[in-house]
């Protein structure tokens, strides 16, 4: 089954202690992407990747880190998580660099800082 | 930048109606696409319907279609026969239809708007 997959599903953290969330797709898709999902505010997009080692920032990259070492693998990196980080997390795939292509999406990280 | 605007938190309707969701954008650009995504209450990412901004035909699929008025950046879902599974949150997206990767916070990305409940009432 074609899939972007996420883990944990849920998460609660302390302050300051560093996490990965990761993700990974079968597809063979060479983009990737994070987003954060907060109440008002809709989906805003954290990092993207184009392809291997390709990476850059979306509109909201503060606190976060983002590695792609390989092509289906694309995890997401709080080095020292805040309260404001609490949030729902997906990360989505697309096969082409853009265009008519929707996104697959991951089934989404509820992450809680306390 | 572009933007999306959902202007409708919350929308009703009644089992078996007709509801119509709102969606406006702004954007530059002549040629991009636009989309709803349903996310129901199991969070997972559903895509609805697309429409593909050169095409002046509006995009039907099965209950779903929309009414996409490009002069006027609106691109609205109308449900019909609503259904009980339908009960959602509802975004809408926009996204460019970009050539050659050049870096920057707009490659690739999905644009979102702020979503909008539906609560269908049996």
């Known amino acids: 089954e074609a899939q972007v997959t996420q883990n944990p599903r849920y998460l609660i953290t302390v302050t300051g202690k560093k996490l990965t969330v990761t993700c990974s797709q079968n597809?063979?898709?060479?983009?990737m992407s994070w987003y954060r999902q907060d109440p008002g505010l809709g989906l805003r997009q954290i990092y993207y990747s184009m392809n291997v080692e390709v990476t850059d920032k979306g509109d909201v990259p503060e606190g976060y880190k983002v590695s792609r070492k390989e092509k289906r693998n694309f995890p997401l990196i709080l080095e020292s998580p805040s309260p404001n980080q609490t949030s729902l997390y997906f990360c989505?795939?697309?096969?082409?660099?853009?265009?008519?292509?929707?996104?697959?999406f991951g089934s989404g990280t509820r992450l809680t800082v306390v | 930048a572009q933007t999306v605007t959902q202007s409708q938190p919350e929308m009703s309707v009644q089992e078996a109606e007709t509801v119509t969701l709102s969606c406006t954008y702004d954007?530059?650009?002549?040629?991009?696409?636009l989309f709803w995504y349903k996310q129901p209450p199991s969070r997972q990412m559903i895509l609805v319907i697309r429409q593909e901004a050169y095409k002046q035909q509006n995009a039907t699929e099965n209950r779903f279609s929309v009414n996409f008025q490009k002069a006027a950046k609106s691109f609205s879902l109308k449900i019909s026969d609503s259904q009980l599974g339908d009960a959602a949150m509802y975004f809408c997206?926009?996204?460019?239809?970009?050539?050659?990767?050049?870096?920057?916070?707009?490659?690739?990305?999905?644009?979102f708007g702020q979503g909008t409940i539906l609560t269908v009432h049996p």
């Open positions: 989505a795939s697309s096969p082409t660099r853009g265009g008519g292509y929707g996104y697959t």
């Open positions: 954007t530059s650009e002549s040629d991009y696409y």
């Open positions: 597809m063979n898709h060479e983009y």
């Open positions: 997206a926009y996204r460019s239809k970009e050539a050659r990767y050049a870096g920057g916070t707009s490659y690739g990305k999905l644009t």
